[in-house]
């Protein structure tokens, strides 16, 4: 028989669900919230009449307001203190602009019928709360501080943070919905376990919520069923947010999550922690919305564009099987600027929940004609190709389009140290392989080399089979369209080889030196597929480099150059230098940038 206090939940979440029949919708129909993006980092959208239409005609009925991305790409705003000013406060540079804009662009989605969301971290992490400085990181996240900037517990930060969100809501009265972080986006939170004035020893379980109830109050008191606040509970661990989701409130109230507890990711999404998080909220009666990539242009690919309809439609269809999940939204955002295979898909899928993927992908592929089969075997490897590649590896196998093909030859490593929060040093450092700076194990690096060289692999067949859908095609748009996708493969194809290239190098070499430190002669069969990764090696970065000059040296002599080159390094930096580029920008970056994966 229940206890009192779970017939209370259970009575909660069953009248939630009678006033939000709407809101948890059914699988066999579309999420009753599609929120789109316009626009994206690296691609500035035009807000117009068109454009906002074009959107609602691929299934969107919601838009953010903002790109709201931690390098502010296009002067966007990313924060409270972009668009208002606490009256009495000196206004900072660009900020009337920017409401200007804001305020454009709320006219015109309401115009068009569309819900609106503005997108912002809070506490803003860079501002004195003691004098109202606002230097750029100025100081070392999670310092050892007595009063911490971002410390929710301190008067100073929680009310000046109200303070902003009344001023908002005041200017901005036609908006719906806010969207919160309370890390990154340029928020951060006090660690209970450093020393601080307001919240030692306090878990961030505890006293998270009450913030989170402050600003959901200032939004949506006076406003019932008209505004909601969601929340994102990036970088908190999964014990921390099981935790706090009881303590959140009921009404007008809901949680966006990435597709699982380590990242939105194309092509895995919906783990445990996704399905238990929607679970609870559902019982709860608190919406959810999942967020991942809908379009070819990802932040795991960035800048490059490759299309994978079937892995948008397994992650719609994942998303959309999960009770209590009531609407998507793109992550990353929508170019409009050029076909997209992707946002084909996910239009077809709209319009028919239940309709079988081989339709499906016959109906948005028909259009070309004779070479349909041609793209259709063209489009399964790709797609087959983002599935294998290791992207749960390390946060840094993202923005692989940024890597460099021409590695590093220090011995490989798998980049994988981040800032401290939650998440990443529990919940997330069990789901990504790597969390930390130490050299990884030979297996963890073969496991890497393997899945990167499948990649690869399949991103040759798919070249291969583009030079037959080249010549399938007749209309030349469609020539130039899957063209533009090719450059883009080569890209990511080039990058995976160069990575399986770097690893199985760094492997062999280490074994060759095994030899030499025993007083053994080098093993022949070693030493020769050391020289045929190179000759490899010299073909993926097509002559050029640094590899010209590896490859010489090795035929001169390979004894010594095992003994130089390719030896693993433990670490390149301490842990407190190892911090991302957008926490500790003054660092210098790993030799080959961040998103290199295997080069320290």
């Known amino acids: 028989m229940p206890t009192i206090q779970t017939r209370n939940i259970l009575t909660t979440a069953a009248l939630a669900l009678t006033l939000m029949p709407s809101v948890f919708a059914q699988a066999t129909d579309p999420p009753s919230l599609r929120i789109a993006i316009l626009g994206n980092p690296i ?127 005041r200017q901005f009265p036609a908006i719906d919905d806010i969207l919160v972080y309370t890390y990154d986006q340029d928020a951060w939170q006090t660690p209970e376990y450093q020393y601080n004035r307001f919240s030692y020893g306090v878990p961030l379980s505890d006293r998270l919520p009450e913030y989170l109830a402050a600003l959901h109050q200032v939004w949506t008191a006076g406003r019932p069923n008209t505004a909601r606040m969601w929340w994102e509970p990036w970088e908190l661990s999964a014990g921390q947010i099981y935790a706090i989701l009881p303590k959140l409130p009921r009404t007008d109230f809901g949680l966006m999550i990435h597709a699982n507890i380590a990242e939105a990711q194309l092509a895995l999404p919906v783990d445990v922690w996704f399905r238990n998080t929607a679970r609870i909220c559902r019982e709860l009666g608190i919406p959810v919305v999942a967020e991942s990539f809908f379009a070819s242009a990802t932040e795991e690919i960035e800048p490059l564009s490759i299309p994978a309809p079937r892995l948008v439609d397994e992650e719609y269809l994942a998303f959309s099987r999960v009770p209590g999940v009531v609407g998507i939204k793109e992550y990353y955002g929508i170019d409009l600027s050029a076909p997209d295979l992707d946002l084909d898909v996910l239009q077809a899928r709209i319009k028919d929940p239940a309709r079988p993927w081989e339709e499906l992908v016959a109906d948005i592929t028909k259009r070309y004609g004779a070479a349909q089969p041609e793209v259709r075997a063209y489009l399964e490897l790709l797609s087959d190709a983002l599935q294998i590649y290791p992207w749960d590896a390390s946060w840094h196998a993202r923005e692989v389009g940024r890597a460099s093909i021409d590695h590093g030859w220090r011995g490989a490593t798998i980049q994988g140290w981040m800032p401290s929060t939650p998440s990443w040093e529990s919940t997330r450092h069990a789901r990504f392989m790597k969390t930390d700076d130490a050299q990884p194990h030979f297996w963890m690096l073969e496991d890497v080399e393997l899945r990167s060289k499948s990649a690869a692999d399949l991103l040759d067949q798919a070249s291969d089979a583009s030079v037959r859908l080249f010549k399938a095609l007749d209309d030349p748009r469609d020539k130039k369209q899957f063209q533009l996708i090719q450059q883009d493969v080569n890209v990511l194809r080039r990058v995976a080889r160069s990575y399986a290239l770097h690893i199985r190098e760094t492997n062999v070499a280490q074994m060759l030196r095994q030899d030499l430190s025993a007083g053994r002669p080098m093993t022949a069969a070693l030493q020769k597929e050391l020289a045929q990764l190179l000759n490899s090696d010299l073909a993926n970065q097509q002559g050029q480099g640094r590899i010209v000059e590896m490859r010489r040296l090795y035929i001169e002599d390979p004894g010594a150059f095992v003994r130089r080159y390719l030896i693993p390094v433990s670490s390149m930096s301490t842990p407190q230098e190892s911090v991302s580029r957008e926490l500790r920008p003054n660092v210098a970056p790993p030799e080959k940038g961040w998103f290199s994966l295997t080069t320290r």
């Open 43 to 169: 691609h500035q959208e035009s807000w117009t009449d068109d454009s906002l239409e074009r959107l609602k005609a691929i299934g969107f009925n919601a838009i953010q307001l903002n790109i709201a991305w931690g390098a502010r790409p296009f002067d966007e705003a990313l924060n409270l203190n972009d668009v208002v000013t606490v009256p009495g406060e000196i206004e900072l540079p660009r900020v009337a602009a920017r409401r200007t804009e804001l305020g454009k662009r709320v006219a015109l989605a309401k115009k068009h019928g569309l819900r609106t969301l503005f997108h912002f971290g809070s506490p803003f992490m860079d501002r004195n709360p003691y004098t109202g400085d606002i230097p750029r990181l100025p100081q070392d996240i999670d310092d050892v501080t007595f009063d911490s900037w971002y410390d929710t517990r301190n008067p100073k930060v929680r009310d000046h943070e109200l303070a902003l969100l009344r001023e908002f809501r």
